[in-house]
């Protein structure tokens, strides 16, 4: 019992390990692949030589659109590899074959950048010189003017983004002040209101203390004698 619950897990681990050793396991290409695609030889990366493992499967050797999707796939690893010569060629082989992909040439241009840069980085830190008045540096100069006129077009979706919070905020400011606005024309309703109503109120107040100071006097004149004239006499 006791050994059963020993070599169990033991063939567990033999078993997983079987497994990673086989997905890992690099990829070998044969040798009439390598002779029927020269341009693979001498290459190590195991993207690169699983699409070529692809491309050499007698499944796919039929399919000629398969053949051509994966030869592209192969001229952008090259170029991502760094390896822009092998990938200006594949491309060339693949126009020669009449395959013509907006994703080929992207990768031509790429690579020509790349050649490009290398080689001015090589002239300007090796051979300590700058470009040729008269060769280099006119054709760098149309480059660079090609480049100009083929600028995408600026990314207005974050403009767009602040100019719709913009006008929101604005729409908000305004009827924040909108409200304001009335809020502040109601109370100096209601304070001249208030004012006419108090200065109606003084004027009334004013008017029953004169009335009453006039009753007051009349009073006082009824009041009196008639013969106080005849007194004084």
Same mark, same amino acid.
């Given at each position: 019992?006791?050994?059963?619950?020993?070599?169990?897990?033991?063939?567990?681990?033999?078993?997983?390990?079987?497994?990673?050793?086989?997905?890992?396991?690099?990829?070998?290409? *044969?040798?009439?692949?390598?002779?029927?695609?020269?341009?693979?030889?001498?290459?190590?990366?195991?993207?690169?030589?699983?699409?070529?493992?692809?491309?050499?499967?007698?499944?796919?050797?039929?399919?000629?659109?398969?053949?051509?999707?994966?030869?592209?796939?192969?001229? #952008?690893?090259?170029?991502?590899?760094?390896?822009?010569? *092998?990938?200006?060629?594949?491309?060339?082989?693949? &126009?020669?074959?009449?395959?013509?992909?907006?994703?080929?040439?992207?990768?031509?241009?790429?690579?020509?950048?790349?050649?490009?840069?290398?080689?001015?980085? =090589?002239?300007?830190?090796?051979?300590?010189?700058?470009?040729?008045?008269?060769?280099?540096?006119?054709?760098? *100069?149309?480059?660079?003017? =090609?480049?100009?006129?083929?600028?995408?077009?600026?990314?207005?979706?974050?403009?767009?983004?602040?100019?719709?919070?913009?006008? *929101?905020?604005?729409?908000?400011? #305004?009827?924040?002040?909108?409200? =304001?606005?009335?809020?502040?024309?109601?109370?100096?309703?209601?304070?001249?209101?208030?004012?006419? &109503?108090?200065?109606?109120?003084?004027?009334?107040?004013?008017?029953?203390?004169?009335?009453?100071?006039?009753?007051?006097?009349?009073?006082?004149?009824?009041?009196?004698?008639?013969?106080?004239?005849?007194?004084?006499?």
């Amino acid at each position: 019992m006791n050994k059963n619950i020993f070599f169990i897990p033991m063939i567990v681990i033999i078993l997983v390990s079987q497994i990673t050793f086989a997905d890992e396991k690099p990829v070998e290409l *044969k040798k009439g692949c390598m002779k029927e695609y020269p341009l693979v030889s001498g290459e190590t990366d195991q993207d690169l030589l699983n699409i070529y493992s692809q491309i050499c499967d007698k499944k796919n050797k039929k399919n000629i659109a398969l053949q051509n999707e994966l030869l592209m796939q192969a001229a #952008k690893k090259y170029q991502q590899l760094g390896k822009n010569l *092998k990938a200006l060629q594949l491309v060339e082989n693949l &126009h020669q074959q009449n395959v013509q992909r907006t994703a080929l040439t992207d990768v031509a241009f790429l690579a020509g950048v790349g050649i490009a840069e290398s080689s001015l980085q =090589y002239m300007r830190s090796y051979e300590m010189r700058y470009l040729s008045a008269q060769t280099t540096y006119p054709a760098a *100069k149309k480059l660079s003017e =090609y480049i100009q006129s083929s600028l995408p077009e600026p990314d207005t979706s974050k403009a767009q983004t602040i100019t719709e919070a913009s006008i *929101k905020q604005k729409k908000s400011t #305004k009827t924040t002040s909108l409200k =304001y606005s009335g809020n502040k024309a109601r109370r100096i309703d209601q304070t001249k209101n208030m004012s006419a &109503h108090q200065t109606t109120v003084k004027a009334s107040t004013r008017n029953t203390t004169v009335m009453t100071k006039s009753q007051s006097g009349n009073t006082a004149t009824a009041g009196s004698s008639p013969f106080v004239s005849f007194n004084k006499n």
